[in-house]
T-cell receptor, first 113, second 110 residues
Framework: DVKVTQSSRYLVKRTGEKVFLECVQD?????MFWYRQDPGLGLRLIYF???????EKGDIPEGYSVSREKKERFSLILESASTNQTSMYLC????????????FGSGTRLTVV | GQQLNQSPQSMFIQEGEDVSMNCTSS?????WLWYKQDPGEGPVLLIA?????ELTSNGRLTAQFGITRKDSFLNISASIPSDVGIYFC??????????FGAGTILRVKS
């Protein structure tokens, strides 16, 4: 069964900590995405990547960075976590130029205290 | 960023009722997608639409790609308790990026 795996379902971090959220997909997809999901705001795109070592800013990149050293892995980094980054984080992947949609991971619920 | 207007924001319905939700945009999209997110999980693709006017069914779900290419709707017939969740519409103009609506929260009274 093909899937997108996010390393943690729940995380609690302190303000100012550096936080790594990991995402791995086993479908050989070219494209990978990081979203955050907040009530009433839907899914907002943070960063995405169309290829290894390639990254592009989404709609809300401030306070985040990403790393894609291998095709199957896309990491989201919170350089200095803040309480307003408490959210559900969703990773997704898709085929390049595919007509289909994204395959999402189960999400990581991050709480910054 | 670009947004889709999804309505209603939430629904509370009786089991067995039909449900309708829709998404509109000021921009044209080439693909419309509908996702469902169960509590504690990531969204899962329900239906994909690729042509203006296209009507596609998946079991009790029916979705249509608006003729203007600026809207789409999703209908669920004879709702059941497991229909509970958040439904998202998503549109693709070109390239690989999707734009998502804010979601419709569906709650079913049993």
């Amino acid at each position: 069964d093909v899937k997108v795996t996010q390393s943690s379902r729940y995380l609690v971090k302190r303000t100012g900590e550096k936080v790594f959220l990991e995402c791995v997909q086993d479908m050989d997809h070219e494209n990978m995405f990081w979203y955050r999901q907040d009530p009433g705001l839907g899914l907002r795109l943070i960063y995405f990547s169309y290829d290894v070592k390639m990254k592009e800013k989404g709609d809300i990149p401030e306070g985040y960075s990403v790393s894609r050293e291998k095709k199957e892995r896309f990491s989201l980094i919170l350089e200095s976590a803040s309480t307003n980054q408490t959210s559900m984080y969703l990773c997704a992947s898709s085929q390049d130029r595919g007509l289909g949609g994204y395959t999402f991971g189960s999400g990581t619920r991050l709480t910054v205290v | 960023g670009q947004q889709l207007n999804q309505s209603p924001q939430s629904m509370f319905i009786q089991e067995g009722e039909d449900v309708s939700m829709n998404c509109t945009s000021s921009s044209i999209f080439n693909t419309w997608l509908w996702y469902k997110q169960d509590p504690g999980e990531g969204p899962v693709l329900l239906i994909a639409l690729y042509k203006a006017g296209e009507l596609t069914s998946n079991g009790r779900l029916t979705a249509q790609f608006g003729i203007t290419r600026k809207d789409s709707f999703l209908n669920i017939s004879a709702s059941i308790p497991s229909d509970v969740g958040i439904y998202f519409c998503a549109g693709r103009r070109d390239g690989n990026k999707l734009v998502f609506g804010a979601g419709t929260i569906l709650r079913v009274k049993s």
